[in-house]
């Protein structure tokens, strides 16, 4: 089965400074990875998406991410941060449940505080 | 246009009661899913609808826990005799297309009902 590992669970950045947040999964076949972002009572807001391809994947809100194969890693980027961007993160990989389903399977987030 | 919508954003109950969940998928979504968001956990898939076919209950964590769906429209998740435990916020997500293809895993999220069980 799939699974998603996110190793920080909160991480504090300074407002201008770059952020990396980190993601590795499991899964036996070409994952369909997913970064999403919620902030505080709001549900989840696709941040962006890798299928296939090019394995630098922009998004929305500057956001950025890259598929490492060799390292089954996902990692989330973004260059300079803005106060906004105070949230969690979540890492997902899609796959086929064999029971009919498609499934997003979530790592346990990454709570991002930023410091003005 | 209209996202995913969930009612009511709040739900307080008593050990024992049952209560009832709502989702308004986005027009045009075959795709629905239920999920729990326990504090400071990811979130734990329960349950799976596409069109009218068998829904995926495989999440579900008990008989106590059930939801319907009328073709590709409004879902209800009900949970009976609540415990302790089940106190959670309840996600719902739809997606354009259940049956194949990169866009069924593109699910968009409804703001969740915050459920305590007291």
């Known amino acids: 089965a799939q699974s998603v590992t996110q190793p920080d669970i909160h991480i504090t950045v300074s407002e201008g400074a770059s952020l990396e947040l980190r993601c590795n999964y499991s899964?036996?076949?070409?994952?369909?990875l997913f970064w999403y972002v919620q902030s505080p009572g709001q549900g989840l807001q696709l941040l962006l998406k890798?299928?296939?391809?090019?394995?630098l994947v922009q998004g929305i809100k500057g956001f950025e991410a890259e598929f490492k194969r060799s390292q089954s890693s996902f990692n989330l980027r973004k260059p300079s941060v803005h106060w906004s961007d105070a949230a969690e993160y979540f890492c997902?990989?899609?796959?086929?449940?064999?029971?009919?389903?498609?499934?997003?399977?979530f790592g346990k987030g990454t709570k991002l505080s930023v410091i003005p | 246009g209209a996202g995913v919508s969930q009612s009511p954003s709040n739900k307080v109950t008593e050990k024992g009661k049952d209560v009832e969940l709502r989702c308004d998928p986005i027009?045009?979504?075959?795709?629905l899913y239920w999920y729990r968001q326990r504090l400071g956990q990811g979130l734990e898939f329960l349950i799976y609808?596409?069109?009218?076919?068998?829904?995926?209950k495989s999440g579900l964590p008990s008989d106590r826990f059930s939801a319907e769906r009328t073709g590709e429209s409004v879902s209800t998740l009900t949970i009976q005799r609540t415990q302790q435990e089940d106190s959670a916020v309840y996600l719902c997500?739809?997606?354009?297309?259940?049956?194949?293809?990169?866009?069924?895993?593109?699910?968009?999220f409804g703001p969740g009902t915050r459920l305590t069980v007291t």
């Open positions: 609808f596409q069109g009218n076919s068998a829904p995926d």
């Open positions: 997500a739809s997606s354009p297309s259940g049956t194949s293809g990169m866009s069924t895993y593109e699910q968009y």
């Open positions: 899964y036996g076949a070409t994952p369909y």
């Open positions: 027009s045009g979504h075959t795709a």
């Open positions: 997902a990989v899609g796959a086929y449940s064999g029971a009919g389903s498609y499934q997003l399977t």
């Open positions: 890798y299928f296939s391809g090019d394995t």
